[in-house]
């Protein structure tokens, strides 16, 4: 009998990678990269069993993508073996600055063509003695937080057999939670009560209306293009998408500031975080009360979702209307009861919330309501394996070079209790004095707003 | 209608503590690790599992697993 290979439909979030893919015209825009070297000698012989390992652990490194069929459409299935060769490269004769530069140059290629592995992996010799591996991927794989997973699994596998520590636990079935996934995307009363929840906020709301990091002057430029002075979205760059990246490192002092004011005020960072954009973007348009901003959320909270690996991290638009006089604190809270709403109605495809909204306000093609784009990152960067938590790390995300948005930021903690504010811009429009002035007032904004939580939003507005 | 078993259950997969050792009065935030996304995802499978649909503002206000299992009673009853 002939084998049939089960084919999967993709998830809405690996859906808002392909069709970015496809917007877009490259798969650049899908990748996503990062080496992880330890400063110490590593037995490679063992690491390429253990990666070999790691392939068939985790299944969604296993996964394929058909050829799109005439609409365009693909599916998935993962196939049960993937036995290559780990190739070895051998950068310990340059500077480290050398060798990220040609890792910087890896992340920029291409996975092109159905029915292939949909990543590369390399095992590294890296200068100053660090060694370990160099992995190149699509997103629709996976996402961050899956291939933080993965590494550590990984690590894990490597002292388990290097230095008899304990074997790493099973990792979740990747299909049997994809399927699960589809399922729940498939429930008709599930689906109907997240469209209600997004059509009740458009119905209650109206029209979003767009804010720009540099001001209104781009709202005006989209009026003035589309001939209409009513427009409320402005147009996305779709041919430059050359991307620069600036970052910015908050000391531990200052962030404890902000970590207990959350703590103290049961509110979660990625709130706190939003309050503090969409109120620089407010002041920056003239004191406008309708702000949104694209948040992504990680969807993952069972174990099962923890371990299974895949792209699970999706946006949804953050939408708030906060009026000057509000505190600091209830606007606070004001975010987090949308965003509260917004995660239980999270198993929603948001490019269903895009459509309607094209559909009922007509909006030119290629213009949106946003500018800003959020991940937060709550996952502590350093391995949690007492084998290798005293060894120097060497761990860099390399940006695929190509960004559909026009500033993505991603926050995330350092190892020494600090946060990483890492703003990967288009160069097209934004320069980096547009990221550093983003930064210093949302840091203004935020510690004038926790030490003053009555204070109002316009007077913070003022102040800073 | 007794749901604890499988409310338990639905429980178990967010946390590390199995579901015979939890106890009513144990907080989500502080004891069991709930972050806000992962309660919120937990409330929406509560409404899938025992085909209910929660007043938001209620399920916000609860805290512990006696006082959401108390939710569920009160709405699979009626």
């Known amino acids: 009998m002939k084998y049939m290979r089960k084919e999967y439909p993709l998830t809405a979030a690996q859906n808002m990678h392909y069709q970015w893919i ?96 949909m990543f590369d992996i390399y095992m590294m010799k890296l200068p100053e003695g660090y060694n370990g591996f160099f992995i190149h991927m ?11 997973v993965m590494v550590n699994d990984l690590m894990q596998l490597y ?56 001001g209104p002057s781009v709202l005006e430029a989209a009026r003035k293009k589309h001939g209409d002075p009513q427009l409320r979205a402005a147009d996305i760059e779709r041919k430059q998408l050359f991307v620069a990246v600036k970052d910015y490192v908050l000391e531990p002092a200052p962030t404890k500031g902000l970590i207990d004011f959350c703590m103290n005020h049961q509110l979660s960072m990625t709130n706190l975080l939003l309050l503090g954009i969409r109120t620089y973007l407010s002041k920056v348009n003239d004191g406008q009360e309708d702000i949104t901003i694209e948040n992504f959320i990680s969807r993952r909270s069972t174990h099962d979702e923890w371990t299974s690996g895949g792209s699970r991290t999706i946006m949804f638009p953050c939408r708030t209307v906060i009026a000057p006089e509000t505190s600091f604190m209830e606007a606070a809270y004001e975010i987090q009861n949308v965003q509260n709403r917004i995660y239980m109605h999270s198993n929603y495809d948001p490019a269903l919330i895009r459509e309607k909204m094209k559909r009922r306000y007509h909006t030119p093609e290629d213009t949106v309501y946003e500018s800003c784009y959020l991940t937060y990152q709550p996952m502590p960067v350093k391995m949690d394996n007492p084998f290798l938590k005293d060894i120097p790390m060497h761990n860099k995300w390399f940006a695929n070079g190509a960004a559909t948005k026009k500033m993505y930021l991603t926050v995330s903690h350092t190892e020494n209790g600090g946060m990483n504010f890492s703003y990967h811009y288009q160069t097209a429009a934004l320069t980096e004095k547009d990221m550093e002035l983003l930064y210093y007032y949302m840091m203004r904004i935020l510690f004038t707003g926790i030490s003053n939580p009555d204070m109002s939003i316009g007077e913070i507005m003022e102040t800073v | 209608m007794d749901n604890t078993v499988e409310f338990k259950n639905i429980v178990a997969q967010y946390t590390e503590i199995a579901a015979e050792d939890m106890t009513d009065d144990m907080r989500f935030r502080e004891d069991l690790g709930f972050s806000s996304l992962d309660f919120m995802s937990f409330l929406g499978e509560l409404e899938d599992t025992f085909d209910v649909e929660l007043e938001q503002e209620d399920a916000l206000q609860v805290r512990t697993l006696g006082e959401a299992l108390e939710m569920l009673d009160r709405m699979t009853e009626e």
């Open chain 1, 138 to 148: 699509d997103h629709r794989l996976i996402d961050s937080c899956g291939l933080v």
């Open chain 1, 22 to 117: 496809r917007e877009y015209k490259t798969q650049q825009v899908s990748g996503v990269s990062s080496v992880a070297a330890l400063r110490s000698p590593l037995d490679f012989g063992l690491l390429k069993k253990c990666i070999q390992l790691e392939i068939e652990r985790y299944g969604c490194l296993r996964l394929r993508f058909t050829k799109p069929d005439e609409n365009g459409d693909i599916r998935q299935y993962i196939v049960s073996k993937d036995p290559r060769d780990i190739p070895m490269k051998d950068l310990s004769g340059m500077t480290m600055k050398e060798a990220d530069d040609l890792m910087q140059s890896w992340a920029y290629e291409t996975l092109d063509g159905n029915d292939r592995p």
């Open chain 1, 159 to 214: 002292t388990h057999y290097r230095f008899g520590s304990e074997y790493p636990k099973d990792l979740a079935d990747f299909e049997k939670v994809l399927e699960s996934d589809l399922k729940k995307a498939g429930n008709e009363k599930r689906f109907a009560k997240d469209k209600k929840f997004w059509d009740d906020q458009l119905d209650a709301l109206g029209e979003p209306l767009y804010s720009d990091i540099q």
